[in-house]
Structure formats: structure tokens, C-alpha cells
């Protein structure tokens, strides 16, 4: 006798659980199945949190749908739902990915009072100079000199640098940390980076040698499917 | 067809009234044809400037809305034939003036003259939109100091806006050289850099620009006076002559460039 064909497979491994939904039964189907399966595995009372990574293989959730499985898995049943995991994406989505991990090239002098807004990483070749402000989700490099203001992972990635050839700004933003040039007159520097320093918990100017250490994922394609 | 240039600056009083006098009476003694048009409506300098006040009549609002004709509102200058103003308006209300309005005028001077030069109010409204509308190419006005720099900046980013225009060129006015040797003014290379356009010229501060505009008699038509030759320098690289920039330094230097000019210009 063929047993029915298993729509939620639970498997433990030592990070916790790994729960497979098939990819090609209906979502109603399988939601009625894990309902069932995950109660009976359910942490008891005084048991610590599983946490539970939902492998989808080629199946694409709705908002709704997924706030549905969200619910049964953490809220009813006490697991922590560490990752959900899908091979598809759409089209939307991997063109917005897209659009944030490119680098856009501009090739002009950005003047006093000019904005240059970008998505993705910008690549400037050319000088913002005092009064002028570049802002990008991603990096900026900017081939010139930098005397305005710059703006890195504006929509909140701290992990975001930026760089000049030669480096005098007004600002430096990344992220929602601000730091601002020094009140005495000072010296500009030549091809550095600024990042924010997680310790000293603010933006930090050095150079470009760090970044080779300090973030590895310099292929911001990947970087920001990861990140979101 | 002649050229339609606007002396333009962001900041106010830096000089762009002083040098499109100059400019424009440099360029008649070269025997241009030429005609000056003050744009700032209600504080019009130009006319003074250029002592021709007692001679207005009519203005550039009357020609807009059709009180007379242009003909009838030109002035003509004292000493050159060919060296004309259209004044601004001292009372009208600033409205008056649109950029079609200019564009037209400007059109129709082009027939008759080889340069219009437009005086532009400092600012960046609509009286600056007014005086760039007809213009084919800019001269930007800044003195050594930041935020004259900072201004020049931002109107040559709204410059570089304007399709029709040729790309903008530069003059520094009222240089004063021991305070540039001090490093108290900003150094004419760091302001070119910055501001990455054609230098067209360096005007030091000459007490005889103010003495000569109280007078009514632009510098440049004094023979000798350093911002005068400053300014018909200016005046000849209009015209597509390739001439050294003045030396800030030695007088001998000086000197044998007046010599020099005479000697071009005779
Ligand atoms: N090279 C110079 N040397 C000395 N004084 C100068 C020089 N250039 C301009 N000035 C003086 O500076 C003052 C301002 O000049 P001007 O009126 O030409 O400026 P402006 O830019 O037209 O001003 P506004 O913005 O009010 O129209 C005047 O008193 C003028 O005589
Ligand atoms: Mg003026």
C-alpha cells in the first residue's frame, strides 16, 4: 500500500528544525498538513525555542500567505522562524534587486545646491564641491574631489562606504550616522574611505586598505539579496 | 547676428554691473558694435555707471508692454556710435518682464549688433531667468572669498541647465594681491579648479573703478589704470584673441603690456 504522498517533511538537524513544503500542492493543503505536523512537535512549556528554517523550493509566497505561515509556526506553536527560504523570486523583486546592486556611472561636477540621487551603488567621476550633496542605497565612489556631502545606504545599510580621490567633505553620511568636518581648518585626504566603525559606534575616515578587511562583500549584488 | 552674453554672478555686489560696462565699452573701443541691457528691474546702476542717466526716456518695461518702440528706448552713448543701452526700469512693477518678452528683444538687437551685453540682478529668481532667457553664453562674476565663490558655483550649475547655452566662463573681480599672498583671499587656481570653467579674466580692486564710475566714465576707457586693461583683456578674449592673463605682480610687466595693447590696437 502507497502511503500518501507527504506535502511537510520536518527534519532536525543540530541548528534546529528544517521544515520542506512541497513545491506543487495547493497552499491550503499544505497549511492544513503543517498545522497538524508541527503541533505534535511543539516545544514543551518548559523546553527551549527550536528555531525553524521553511524551505519552499519552487513555490512563491504571498504577503498574506506568508504572515499565515508565520503565525502557525511562531506564534501558535513557540518555534522561531530563523529563515524562509525560496528559490523563486519576482520579476519585480529581482529587478528592484537589480536596480539597488548596480553601480550607476555619472560623469558630472555636482555644484553648489545640486542633488544627485541614486539607487544602487554611485560611481561619480567628477567633484561635488561645497554645497553639493550625492546620496545612494548603496556606495559612493567618487573619482574627484569630495567638498560637499555624501550619503551611503541611505535606506539604512550601515555596511555602506564612501569613497573620494581626494577627500575634504562637508559630511559624511552613512546610513542614519552623521559625521561633519572638523570647526579648525584642516587638511583633505587622498584616496580614503569613510565607514562606520561598529566599536566606536560612529562614521570613521581610513584608508582604502581596511575595506579589503572590513567588508568582505564588496559584490553588492549579493550583499543586498542577503541584507534585503 | 550678433552675440547675446549675460554677466551673471549669484551673489549680490561683486561687480556684475562694473564689469558689463566695462566689457561692453572695451568692446566699442575695438570698434564693436554693441549694446548694454540692464535686467534689474527697479535697481538700475548701469545707466549710472555709464553716465547716461539724464538721457532716459523711455525703458526696457515700456518696450515689453508696448509704450514705444525699441529704437525709441535705446540710449545712445556718449562717446562711441555704436555703443547703445537699454535701461532697466526704476519704478515699474518686476513682473513686467518675462523671458519671451527678453528673448524677443534680444532677437531683434542681434540684427543690429555684434554684442548685447545683459547686466543680470544678482539672485537666482525670475529676474535672473529674465536675463539668461535670450543669452547665447554666460559670464560668471566672483570676487576671492567663499561664499562669492560658494554662489558662483550654484548659478553655474543652473547655467550648465540651460540647453541653448554655450558653456559658461569665469572672471574674478577685485583681486588684492598681497591678501592672496597671505592665503587670506582664496588663490585664483584653487577658485578655477573648483569651479572647473574657462577663466576669462582677472580684475584686481582699483580704486579707479570707483572713481571712474562716479564720474560716469567706465575704467576701461582710462589708458593705464590696471583693471582697465584687465577689463579690455577681458574684452579681446570676447573676441577670440588669445592674450597671457596680467601678472599680479611686477609693474615693469604691467607696463610693457599697455605698451603692447597700444601696439595691437592701433
Ligand atoms: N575691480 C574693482 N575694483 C574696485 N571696486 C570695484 C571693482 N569692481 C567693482 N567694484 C565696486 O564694487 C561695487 C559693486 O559693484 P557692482 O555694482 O558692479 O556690482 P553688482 O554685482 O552689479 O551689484 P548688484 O548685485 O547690486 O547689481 C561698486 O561700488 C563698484 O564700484
Ligand atoms: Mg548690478
Known amino acids: ?228 | 547676428m550678433g552675440e547675446a552674453i549675460v554677466i551673471t554672478s549669484g551673489k549680490g555686489g561683486v561687480g556684475k554691473t562694473t564689469t558689463s560696462a566695462n566689457i561692453g565699452t572695451a568692446l566699442a573701443l575695438m570698434e564693436k558694435k554693441v549694446c548694454l541691457i540692464d535686467t534689474d528691474i527697479g535697481l538700475r546702476n548701469l545707466d549710472v555707471i555709464m553716465g547716461l542717466e539724464n538721457r532716459i526716456i523711455y525703458d526696457i518695461v515700456d518696450v515689453i508692454e508696448g509704450r514705444c518702440k525699441l529704437k525709441q528706448a535705446l540710449i545712445r552713448d556718449k562717446r562711441f556710435e555704436f555703443l547703445s543701452l537699454l535701461p532697466a526700469a526704476q519704478t515699474s512693477d518686476k513682473t513686467a518682464v518675462t523671458s519671451e518678452g527678453m528673448k524677443e528683444i534680444i532677437t531683434e538687437l542681434k540684427q543690429e549688433y555684434d554684442y548685447i551685453i545683459i547686466d543680470c540682478p544678482a539672485g537666482i529668481e525670475q529676474g535672473y531667468q529674465n536675463a539668461v532667457a535670450g543669452a547665447d553664453r554666460a559670464i560668471v562674476v566672483t570676487t576671492p572669498e567663499k561664499a562669492s565663490v560658494r554662489d558662483a558655483d550654484r548659478i553655474i550649475g543652473l547655467l550648465e541647465k540651460e540647453e541653448m547655452m554655450e558653456s559658461p566662463r569665469l572672471v574674478i573681480n577685485r583681486i588684492r594681491n598681497h591678501m592672496m599672498k597671505s592665503g587670506d583671499m582664496i588663490d585664483v587656481d584653487d577658485i578655477v579648479q573648483l569651479l572647473s570653467i574657462d577663466l576669462i579674466g582677472i580684475v584686481i580692486d582699483d580704486e579707479e573703478v570707483i572713481k571712474a564710475s562716479n564720474k560716469g566714465e567706465p575704467v576701461a576707457l582710462t589708458p593705464n589704470s590696471k583693471a582697465s586693461i584687465a577689463y579690455r583683456n577681458i574684452a579681446r578674449r570676447i573676441l577670440g584673441e588669445s592674450v597671457p592673463l596680467q601678472s599680479l605682480e611686477d609693474e615693469k610687466g604691467m607696463f610693457q603690456r599697455v605698451k603692447e595693447f597700444f601696439r595691437m590696437g592701433s
Open chain 1, 1 to 228: 500500500m502507497l502511503d500518501k504522498k507527504q506535502l511537510v517533511t520536518i527534519k532536525g538537524t543540530r541548528e534546529g528544525l528544517i521544515l520542506f513544503i512541497d513545491e506543487a500542492c495547493s497552499f491550503n493543503e499544505a497549511i492544513t498538513e503543517l498545522h497538524d505536523k508541527i503541533n505534535s512537535s511543539k516545544p514543551k512549556p518548559d523546553e527551549p525555542i527550536v528555531s525553524v528554517t521553511v524551505k519552499l523550493g519552487n513555490r512563491y509566497l504571498k504577503t498574506e500567505q506568508e504572515e499565515r505561515l508565520r503565525e502557525i509556526i511562531s506564534t501558535e506553536n513557540r518555534f522561531e522562524i530563523y529563515a524562509i527560504e525560496s528559490d523563486v523570486v519576482l520579476k519585480d523583486d529581482a529587478l528592484r534587486w537589480k536596480e539597488n546592486s548596480e553601480v550607476k556611472i555619472v560623469n558630472q561636477i555636482i555644484r553648489s545646491g545640486q542633488v544627485l540621487n541614486i539607487t544602487g551603488d554611485l560611481l561619480l567621476i567628477g567633484d561635488v564641491n561645497p554645497g553639493g550633496k550625492v546620496i545612494a542605497t548603496g556606495n559612493v565612489y567618487i573619482m574627484g574631489n569630495l567638498y560637499g556631502i555624501a550619503h551611503a545606504g541611505v535606506n539604512g545599510d550601515h555596511n555602506t562606504f564612501i569613497i573620494a580621490s581626494y577627500m575634504k567633505p562637508t559630511q559624511l553620511r552613512i546610513a542614519n550616522y552623521i559625521s561633519r568636518a572638523p570647526d579648525y581648518e584642516s587638511e583633505g585626504v587622498y584616496m580614503e574611505c569613510g565607514l562606520i566603525d561598529e566599536e566606536q559606534d560612529k562614521i570613521i575616515i581610513d584608508r582604502l586598505q581596511v575595506l579589503a578587511r572590513k567588508r568582505l562583500e564588496l559584490n553588492g549584488f549579493e550583499r543586498r539579496i542577503q541584507n534585503g
